[in-house]
C-alpha cells in the first residue's frame, strides 16, 4: 500500500462546504461520544456499531428539524450570522459514518487496552479530517471530484464540482483507491489516499558497494563518514518561526482572556478566530521546516549510493521516560526520530537500498572502535570520547556511528 499526500486548491464555495463538513464531522463525534460514555458511567452494556449508527440516524433527524424550525423565526440577517448551523442532511453521509465507526473503535481499542480512554474532538484543533467514499471519488490529471461538497447538476457547469490539485499528474487515475480522506491542517487543504504497491512511484538506482553506519541523537544525525548533519533546532528559519509562533500563541491567550471577560463565545468571537488563525499558520511552517529536513538528510544520505545502511533501533519512549535524558526530553520533542525512521524505511524501499536496525541495547557510543575498550562511565556531557586503553580521542557520535557499522559487518549477514 502506498499513500500519497497532494494539497489542494478549493475555490470559496468549495472551501466553506469542506469547513462544514469538518465541523459537522466533530459534532457527530461528541454525540457519539456522550452516548458511549453515558452506558460506560452506568456500567451497562454498550450496543453495537450497527445500533449506535441506527440510535445516530433518529437522533440526526431531531437535530435537522430543530435547526430547520429555528430557521423559521429569523430575519435574513440572523440567517447570515448564523450560517454554522448546517444540518446533517448536507453533509456527506459516509463521512458521518466512518465518524461512528472510528469513535466507536477508539472506545473498543481502549477495551482491549491497545489505548488510552478516548477524549472528545475540539472545533479549534490543528488537524481535522474526513473520510470520503472510496467509489464516488473521482480523479483527473488536474482535478478531484468529492461527494456533496461540489454537485452542481447543470451540465454546461460540471467543471465547477472539481476541485483543483495542487500537482499535475501525481495521483494515478482509474485505479483502486483506499481510505481517501480531506485533512485540513492550519489553513492548508489536502487529500489523502492509498493505493495498491504496483502504482507507487518507483526509482531504482545503482548503489555501491558502501556500507554506512548512523547514529541519530538530540543535536546531530552522524554517518560513519564524519559526515555531520546538524538537527532542525538549530536552523535559523526554524528559530524565527518558533520565536514567531510562541508570540502568536501568548496574543491568542489575551485574545481568549477578553472573550471570557465579554461573555462571547469562541465561535462569535471575530478577533480570537483571526489570531487562532495567525497561529496555525505557523505551526504549519514548523511542521514544513522539520519535514524539509528530514527530506534533505535522507536525499544526500540516498545520493551517496550506499548499498546498506545501519541504524540504531531507536527506543523513543524510553528515552522519554529515562532519568539520563530528562534535559533532552525537550529536544526529543522538536526532533521527530520516528518520522525520520519511517521515511527512511519508506525511501530506501523505494530505491532498493537495504536497511538493518541494530539492538538498541548494544552500547555504540562507549565502546571504543579501535580496541573495543568499553568505557562505563561515559556522561552525556562529554563530546569527546577518549580511551583510556588506546589512547584514541574522537568524536563521541563519529565514534558511535563507526560502531554500529562494525557491528553489523560482524554480527548480521549481509548478501
Ligand atoms: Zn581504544
Known amino acids: 500500500m502506498y499513500c500519497y499526500k497532494v494539497m489542494i486548491h478549493p475555490n470559496n464555495k468549495q472551501e466553506t462546504k469542506i469547513r462544514r463538513t469538518l465541523n459537522k464531522c466533530i459534532e457527530c463525534n461528541n454525540i457519539i461520544y456522550d452516548y458511549i460514555d453515558s452506558f460506560i458511567k452506568n456500567n451497562e452494556k454498550i450496543p453495537s456499531c450497527s445500533d449506535v449508527r441506527k440510535w445516530f440516524t433518529i437522533q440526526k433527524s431531531i437535530l435537522d428539524n430543530e435547526v430547520i424550525n429555528k430557521r423559521k423565526n429569523m430575519t435574513k440577517k440572523e440567517m447570515i450570522f448564523n450560517h454554522l448551523d448546517t444540518l446533517f442532511y448536507d453533509v456527506s453521509n459516509d463521512a458521518l459514518k466512518q465518524e461512528i465507526k472510528d469513535t466507536y473503535n477508539s472506545f473498543m481499542r481502549y477495551f482491549k487496552k491497545l489505548a488510552k480512554y478516548p477524549v472528545k474532538k475540539k472545533y479549534n484543533n490543528y488537524k481535522k479530517t474526513f473520510y470520503v467514499d472510496p467509489y464516488k471519488i473521482e480523479f483527473n490529471d488536474k482535478k478531484v471530484r468529492l461527494e456533496k461538497i461540489a454537485n452542481n ?18 495521483i494515478p487515475t482509474g485505479v483502486n483507491y483506499y481510505n481517501p480522506r480531506v485533512i485540513l491542517e492550519g489553513d492548508r487543504f489536502y487529500i489523502v489516499v492509498s493505493v495498491d504497491d504496483e502504482y507507487a512511484p518507483k526509482k531504482k538506482i545503482e548503489t555501491t ?12 544525525i552522524v554517518t560513519s563518514e564524519n559526515v555531520f548533519y546538524k538537527a532542525v533546532t538549530f536552523d535559523k528559519n526554524y528559530k524565527k518561526a518558533l520565536k514567531k509562533e510562541k508570540r502568536a500563541q501568548n496574543k491568542l491567550s489575551r485574545k481568549y482572556i477578553k472573550s471570557q471577560e465579554l461573555k462571547k463565545s469562541l465561535k462569535e468571537s471575530k478577533n480570537y478566530n483571526k489570531q487562532r488563525k495567525i497561529k496555525n499558520k505557523y505551526t504549519k511552517r514548523i511542521n514544513n521546516l522539520k519535514e524539509a529536513h528530514i527530506d534533505y538528510v535522507i536525499t544526500s544520505l540516498i545520493h551517496q549510493r550506499p548499498k546498506i545502511i545501519c541504524i540504531e533501533d531507536l527506543d523513543v519512549k524510553g528515552m522519554k521516560e529515562s532519568e539520563e535524558y530528562e534535559d533532552v526530553a525537550k529536544g526529543i520533542q522538536q526532533n521527530p526520530f520516528r518520522k525520520f525512521l519511517k521515511a527512511l524505511e519508506d525511501r530506501c524501499n523505494n530505491y532498493g537500498i537495504k536497511i538493518i536496525k541494530v539492538d538498541r541495547y548494544y552500547a555504540s557510543s562507549k565502546t571504543c572502535n579501535k580496541c573495543n575498550y568499553k568505557k562505563k562511565d561515559l556522561k552525556l556531557s562529554d563530546r569527546t570520547f577518549i580511551c583510556p586503553n588506546c589512547g584514541l580521542k574522537i568524536n563521541r557520535d563519529y565514534n558511535a556511528a563507526i560502531n554500529i557499522k562494525k557491528y553489523v559487518l560482524e554480527h548480521k549477514d549481509i548478501d
Open 153 to 170: 447538476q447543470k451540465k454546461n457547469r460540471q467543471i465547477l464540482n472539481y476541485i483543483n490539485l495542487a500537482e499535475k499528474d501525481r
Open 209 to 220: 558497494s558502501n556500507i554506512i553506519g548512523i547514529d541519530v541523537n538530540v543535536k546531530a
